[in-house]
């Protein structure tokens, strides 16, 4: 089975997804820190990130493997190695955060990481979250989710989280980067954001992180006896 969470920045879905895995036993896979890896490389190796074609033999090239973070409370990001060096931290950084839309906005660069997710995923029971998942990366997925959440309630978790890495935003220059960042990712012309048509959306403003997580694991039970 696949459980696909697709949303926007900041709607919860790294830990929503993360927490549904370790319930169900279910192997996770964090798409969005791929494309955040690719967006590292290139600005390490000055790749101009207007140049689609260059990008995307980059992102072909690169050796890429996560691993699950020891978070019980789901909060921590995955483990990202590239080449066997640990990138978690760096590729959490304003500077990668600032031209991830841009870069995975390349069909170029799409292709090469679709190609990667699904065969991480195919044959095996697990959940992906990004932003293209229900609808180009396993449009047939067993379950599909689309989590949403104010911008502003998004803002206030994202600053958490770089207060949480020792670094200090004024909450309303998160909250524009956020939205810049949905007006990309919705418009671009390789697998905009959007809601499947047959996803569930869940709004997640005003709830708890345990009732969305109930609720995403009721719809994978609905589907097949899980745990």
């Known amino acids: 089975m696949v459980i696909a969470i697709d949303g926007p920045a900041g709607s919860g879905k790294s830990t929503i997804a993360r927490l549904v895995a370790a319930r169900l036993g279910f192997a996770y896979l964090d798409t969005g820190a791929m494309y955040r890896a690719v967006t590292l490389a290139a600005l390490e190796q000055g790749v101009d990130p207007t140049d689609g074609a260059s990008l995307g033999r980059l992102a072909s090239t690169l050796s890429l493997r996560l691993e699950p973070a020891n978070a019980p409370t789901g909060q921590s990001q ?10 978690s931290t760096e590729i959490r950084t304003a500077a990668v955060t600032a031209g991830v839309s841009q870069v995975s906005a390349h069909p170029e660069v799409r292709e090469a990481m679709t190609s990667v997710q699904r065969s991480l995923a195919t ?3 697990a959940v992906l979250e990004g932003r293209d998942i229900g609808t180009v990366v396993f449009p047939d997925a067993e379950v599909k989710v689309f989590l949403t959440a104010s911008s502003v309630e998004r803002a206030r978790r994202r600053r958490q989280q770089l207060v949480q890495q020792g670094i200090s935003v004024p909450t309303d220059e998160v909250q524009r980067d956020i939205e810049r960042r949905d007006g990309l990712d919705s418009s671009r012309a390789a697998a905009p954001l959007r809601k499947a048509d047959d996803a569930v959306e869940i709004d997640t403003t005003h709830l708890s992180i345990e009732q ?15 745990w």
């Open 78 to 87: 995955s483990i990202v190695l590239l080449d066997a060096r640990d990138i």
């Open 123 to 125: 044959g095996r029971d």
């Open 212 to 226: 969305v997580v109930e609720a995403v694991c009721s719809l994978a039970r609905s589907v097949r006896v899980v």
